[in-house]
């Protein structure tokens, strides 16, 4: 498997909530709690934001969470506020100890 | 704190090899992997490989096998990465990511990337 599988991109208004999903196989996102999503803005590098599914590193805000169902993980963000704005990305370890990203998520509030 | 800082942009002609280099300091460089990941134009994060900073462990992706090598100077704190046989499709955004060892943990800390651009 070359890419995780995201939705190119997501939306929501200031306040609201939104959810990206991450879709693998269970010989990544379902095998292993080994789950990351990471933050991009235009031109820097990426953030750590959500990992082992669900927990977040000191300094990222509530707001943002993770869950995992099966072969899909989730990034959720609520009370969106514009500097949420940016691309997502989701990453799993694969069980020939590799790793995998996803394809990315613009999340875009409104 | 925890720093990565890569070496600067290149610009190489098909063919050539790009060696890119990541400085870290703030933690035990050996305790860590160093992982390198890239980002062409526009496109999304891809994993290359990464190096057991302790032992010197490599591994690859698949895709980059045998083009791309992965060393340390422990004594330096620093990680490279070679690319070989470039063509236009290896323009990208070098990335390298600090990761502790085990499955499960994540990239938490990264370089500020370093722009290879393979143009004739």
């Known amino acids: 498997q070359s890419a995780l599988t995201q939705p190119p991109s997501a939306s929501g208004s200031p306040g609201q909530s939104v959810t990206i999903s991450c879709t693998g196989t269970?010989?990544?996102?379902?095998?292993?709690?080994?789950v990351s999503w990471y933050q991009q803005h235009p031109g820097k590098a990426p953030k750590l934001m959500i990992y082992?599914?669900?927990k977040r590193p000191s300094g990222v805000p509530d707001r943002f969470s993770g869950s995992k169902s099966g072969n899909t993980a989730s990034l959720t963000v609520s009370g969106l506020q514009a500097e949420d704005e940016a691309d997502y990305y989701c990453?799993?370890?694969?069980?020939?100890?590799?790793?995998?990203f996803g394809g990315g998520t613009k999340l875009t509030v409104l | 704190q925890v720093q990565l800082v890569q070496s600067g942009a290149e610009v190489k002609k098909p063919g050539a090899s790009v060696r890119v280099s990541c400085k870290a300091s703030?933690?035990?460089?050996?305790?860590?992997?160093i992982h390198w990941v890239r980002q062409a134009p526009g496109q999304r994060l891809e994993w290359m490989g990464y190096?057991?900073?302790?032992?010197?462990?490599?591994k690859y992706s698949q895709r980059f096998h045998g083009r791309v090598t992965i060393t340390r100077d422990a004594s330096a704190n620093t990680a490279y990465m070679e690319v070989t046989s470039l063509t236009s499709e290896d323009t990208a955004v070098y990335y390298c990511?600090?990761?502790?060892?085990?499955?499960?943990?994540?990239?938490?800390?990264w370089g500020q990337g370093t722009l290879v651009t393979v143009s004739s």
């Open positions: 990453s799993s370890c694969v069980d020939n100890y590799t790793w995998l």
């Open positions: 082992e599914v669900s």
């Open positions: 190096i057991n900073a302790g032992n010197g462990d490599t």
């Open positions: 269970s010989s990544d996102v379902g095998g292993y709690n080994c």
């Open positions: 703030g933690y035990t460089f050996t305790n860590y992997a």
């Open positions: 990511t600090r990761k502790e060892r085990g499955m499960s943990f994540p990239f938490d800390h």
